[in-house]
């Protein structure tokens, strides 16, 4: 037994020997893989929809309907509704192939290239909206009406119009974005990030 040991060892000191001499024998030499770019990239598509900015919005809705030839008491209403809502600007990392990625030769830098922030349609937050007067005629008592949801729809429109009016909420999304992926390609090893948003994208 001891001698089985013993010429086990002078093997593969031989073997680590003649490896040492010529590496292309050494059947468990280290091989390199590079795989940076495709590992950045997938990090990237992973992501797929980054929310990248939200904006809270509350508008108050004035909605009155009245019945031609009848009086307000007997037929109409009106509804003073205040709308509350969020906006998120959203930003597709889905779509990015291996060209929107790009690596300097010493795998220090990258540069991103991004469609720009779009503008979701408003949630509105129907728990924290409310009517906040309403006058109905005699009518509308009984039978029921729909105004409410007419301005509760109304109430999502100017929120809609106020979030696209401006470019502030899609401006804080770039901000917001960028610092997002420093923090990412740092965890990566990376020094310099660069990210342009549009450039070359539909």
Do not use: C
């Amino acid at each position: 037994m001891l001698t089985m040991i013993v010429t086990a060892v002078l093997i593969a000191a031989g073997v680590l020997a003649l490896t040492a001499w010529r590496p292309a024998l050494n059947p468990f030499r280290e091989a390199e893989v590079d795989r940076t770019g495709p590992a950045v990239l997938q990090s990237l598509t992973r992501i797929r929809e980054f929310h990248a900015a939200s904006a809270h919005y509350e508008v108050v809705v004035d909605l009155e309907k009245d019945v031609r030839y009848l009086p307000g008491w007997i037929s109409g209403e009106r509804v003073l509704y205040v709308g509350k809502g969020d906006v998120d600007a959203v930003v597709d990392f889905g779509g990015l192939d291996e060209d929107s990625v790009t690596l300097s030769e010493d795998r220090t830098s990258v540069s991103v290239e991004l469609p720009r922030p779009t503008v979701e349609a408003p949630v509105l937050d129907l728990e924290n909206s409310y009517v906040a007067d309403r006058d109905q005629g005699l009518v509308e008592r009984f039978r029921g009406s729909g105004v409410e949801r007419e301005a509760q729809l109304r109430a999502v429109e100017q929120i809609t119009t106020a979030a696209n009016g401006t470019d502030d909420l899609t401006r804080l999304a770039e901000e917001n974005t960028v610092e997002m992926l420093n923090a990412l390609f740092g965890s990566l090893g990376f020094t310099e990030v660069l990210v342009s948003f549009g450039a070359g994208l539909p």
